[in-house]
């Protein structure tokens, strides 16, 4: 069968993909109470009620502003490009020995864990490789 439809109808299809793609790095954050960096310093800090204390690498009271800050931080976390939807190699961007390795947590759940690689090539250190690892993509994050 053939069928007429007006162009406005297909015109939105012929938009490039990367136009629907969702550009938060990190959604759903919402309900985190423990923040831990993995790779090369150890940190975490974890709340108790509605007070955050940092655990490591020594044990005292953290400002509540400035959690609140880094957790709204992640959130705003934006895809600059994407790289690439499926990572066979992750060493090639820096994933082999991440810069830093974020574990934000919800209970005893991993919400997400959010790794930082090496720079994107050609950008002036302006954009890192980034991925998170519940997915096979890879992104570049300012």
Do not use: C, K
Not at 28 to 55: H, K, P, Q, S
Not at 84 to 111: C, E, I, K, Q
Request: proline letters at 8%; charged letters at 20%.
């Amino acid at each position: 069968n053939i069928v007429l439809v007006p162009s406005e109808v297909v015109l939105p299809l012929q938009r490039p993909v990367n136009d629907y793609r969702d550009r938060r790095l990190l959604p759903g954050l919402d309900g985190v109470d423990r923040i831990e960096l993995a790779a090369t310093n150890r940190f975490a800090a974890v709340r108790r009620g509605t007070n955050w204390v940092v655990e490591a690498p020594a044990r005292f009271p953290a400002h509540d502003g400035v959690m609140g800050y880094l957790l709204e931080q992640f959130a705003a976390l934006e895809v600059a490009e994407f790289v690439n939807d499926v990572v066979t190699d992750p060493a090639r961007y820096g994933f082999d020995s991440p810069v830093r390795d974020f574990v934000l947590s919800r209970g005893t759940n991993v919400a997400a864990r959010l790794q930082i690689g090496g720079p994107v090539p050609g950008s002036n250190g302006v954009l890192v490789h980034a991925r998170w690892t519940d997915e096979p993509a890879v992104h570049a994050v300012p």
